[in-house]
């Protein structure tokens, strides 16, 4: 049977693989399921602030306002979109120091992908908007119990400094949606869709129309949201 609540514990284990430098003041546990809550009530009592809640619905930047250190298993299911929401909500200010999370190696991969690799999509250019990344491990199926029929991989990221400057995330998000949606066609129909004066657009930042998604850079995706969100004042 697998350990309930085994990254909580570690917390507060008497030997803890915690280094000792990183002390904490509050712990925030979010568990979304009304009978995990309370075992956890009666398992940490005044320890740790419990949300019951869907992490899906909270907004992270009333939880408290220190900034978070944030570390998880995330379910498997919902991973890229708890991933996408926090960096979506990302405003001015972050509002967590470091997230160390837990993703199936597939995705794992797809986060860190660089351009020019068939991994590469709209995850790794979201995240790289304004986080670092990097991965610290890969965790094999017999690590678990139960065990699972995936490989696992274990993320670091912190946040971007001088990350580029949009009006909304969401239009980065449309961006990219669209250009990969179409990611084995040529640039010429997502641009075609996106702007009246593609060929312009284009022209400005020196894309090759021929090119598919994965080949341009993230930041020329930023530049692209950017163009856009200027041509609709």
């Known amino acids: 049977m697998a350990n309930l609540f085994f990254l909580t514990s570690v917390l507060f284990a008497k030997n803890s693989v915690i280094p000792k430098n990183l002390s904490f003041k509050k712990v925030f546990v979010i568990e979304k399921d ?15 602030e419990i949300m019951n809640d869907d992490v899906l619905k909270i907004s992270e930047n009333e939880i408290t ?3 978070l250190v944030v570390f998880g298993n995330l379910p498997y299911n919902i991973s890229t979109e708890i991933l996408s929401k926090w960096i979506i909500n990302i405003n001015k200010k972050f509002w967590f120091e470091s997230l160390l999370l837990m993703f199936q190696k597939e995705v794992a991969d797809r986060i860190i992908a ?11 250019i979201l995240t790289n908007w304004k986080l670092n990344v990097e991965k610290i491990i890969n965790i ?8 699972p029929k995936i490989d696992s991989s274990l993320l670091l ?3 971007k400094e001088n990350a580029f400057e949009l009006k909304d995330a969401k239009n980065l998000e449309m961006i990219t949606r669209i250009f990969f949606s179409q990611r084995r066609k ?26 598919r998604p994965q080949n341009l850079e993230p930041e020329i995706y930023f530049k692209l949201t950017k163009e856009y969100e200027d041509l609709k004042r």
């Open 34 to 48: 009304d009978k995990l809550s309370l075992i956890l009530k009666e398992k940490f009592a005044n320890q740790i």
């Open 65 to 67: 306002d220190q900034k």
């Open 114 to 124: 660089e351009s020019n690799n068939s991994k590469y999509g709209r995850l790794s």
């Open 140 to 147: 094999k199926p017999q690590s678990f119990s139960p065990r």
């Open 157 to 159: 990221f912190t946040p």
């Open 186 to 211: 040529m640039l010429k129909k997502p641009f075609n869709q996106i702007f009246n004066n593609a060929k312009e657009v284009a022209s400005k930042f020196n894309i090759d129309l021929n090119q």
